[in-house]
């Protein structure tokens, strides 16, 4: 038969038997032992639920890191010619999805850049503000550089997300996120 680890047997202060106890430490008996047992068994399962709880973090990370990789290698669009945007202006175009509003900017003869317009605050549309040089964000006020897509003014802390762009014969082409933007 299996014995009680010593640390587990229940001793009274004066070293008595249970028998020899007054009545009232009968009533109220406070086994020491015990509750140290279970404290420490309750600490061991807080170790594990807090070690769980860090290794679901970490695959949640790596999962998105994968997306985000897959999201690197979208298909190549046809965004517009090179001259339908003028110097100083905006196209509005969808990419990688029909639901993913993005815009393309024309800085000068021979510079074009492009940004998700998900504002990287709450996810509003920007609009685009070329005579102020920036992207307004009507949701909360935030603005976001034209020429940068870093955050100039309001809540937002993170730069808008820029596409990857490809030039062929005189067309604009959307190759992918461009992820040191994210
Ligand atoms: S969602 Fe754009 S500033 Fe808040």
Same mark, same amino acid.
């Given at each position: ?21 007054? &009545?009232?430490? &009968? ?6 032992? &015990? ?8 600490? @061991?399962?807080? !170790?594990?639920?807090?070690? !769980? ?13 994968? *997306?985000?990789?897959?999201?690197? &290698?979208?298909?190549?669009? !046809? ?13 509005? *175009? @969808? ?8 815009? !393309? ?29 920036? *992207? ?47």
């Amino acid at each position: 038969m299996l014995q009680p680890e010593r640390e587990q047997i229940t001793v009274a202060p004066d070293g008595g038997s249970e028998a020899e106890q007054p &009545q009232w430490r &009968q009533d109220f008996p406070i086994d020491w032992p &015990q509750d140290n047992y279970i404290a420490r068994r309750d600490f @061991t399962k807080f !170790l594990v639920l807090t070690s !769980l709880a860090f290794t679901a973090g970490q695959i949640w990370i790596v999962v998105q890191n994968f *997306f985000r990789a897959r999201r690197g &290698q979208s298909p190549i669009r !046809l965004i517009a010619g090179v001259d339908e945007v003028p110097i100083g202006g905006t196209l509005m *175009f @969808t990419y990688p999805e029909q639901h993913d509003q993005c815009v !393309l900017v024309r800085l000068d003869e021979r510079s074009f850049i492009a940004y998700s317009r998900e504002c990287t605050h709450l996810s509003c549309s920007v609009v685009p503000e070329p005579d102020k040089r920036r *992207f307004f964000c009507p949701c909360h006020e935030g603005a976001f550089d034209i020429a940068t897509g870093s955050p100039i003014a309001g809540p937002p802390r993170r730069p808008l997300a820029r596409i990857k762009l490809e030039f062929r014969q005189g067309s604009i082409y959307a190759a992918g996120l461009d992820l040191r933007s994210l």
